[in-house]
């Protein structure tokens, strides 16, 4: 049983930064590739930024140069600093983590945190 528990999201004015941060639990080998995708109401779910086991890093167009992407191997997290929030980045956020066990690779996702960024 492998778990993925996001924290950090709420209520920010635009311009404003906020944290989020997913940690990965249960019973697997390794974490490969972490992501935070995000949805928006009306409209599909959609890659924000997501960060390899070797650290490398790629970002949606929409957010280069004010979101960061960051993860700890040894603790299975990843954080998604957010600053100079827009209201367009008004979501729920969710963390995605592909995860290798006995199960083989799975992808797993966090049940969701609310981002709201008032203009």
């Known amino acids: 049983q492998v778990q993925l528990v996001e924290s950090g999201g709420g209520l920010v004015q635009a311009g404003g930064s906020l944290r989020l941060s997913c940690a990965a639990s249960g019973s697997f080998f390794s974490v490969n590739a972490m992501g935070w995708y995000r949805q928006a109401p009306g409209k599909e779910r959609e890659l924000v930024a997501s960060?390899?086991?070797?650290?490398?890093?790629t970002y949606a167009d929409s957010v280069k140069g004010r979101f960061t992407i960051s993860r700890d191997n040894a603790k299975n997290t990843a954080n998604l600093q957010m600053n100079s929030l827009k209201p367009e980045d008004t979501a729920v956020y969710y963390c995605n983590a592909a995860v290798i066990g006995t199960f083989g690779l799975r992808g797993y996702w966090g049940q969701g945190t609310q981002v709201t960024v008032s203009s």
């Open positions: 960060i390899a086991r070797s650290l490398i890093t």
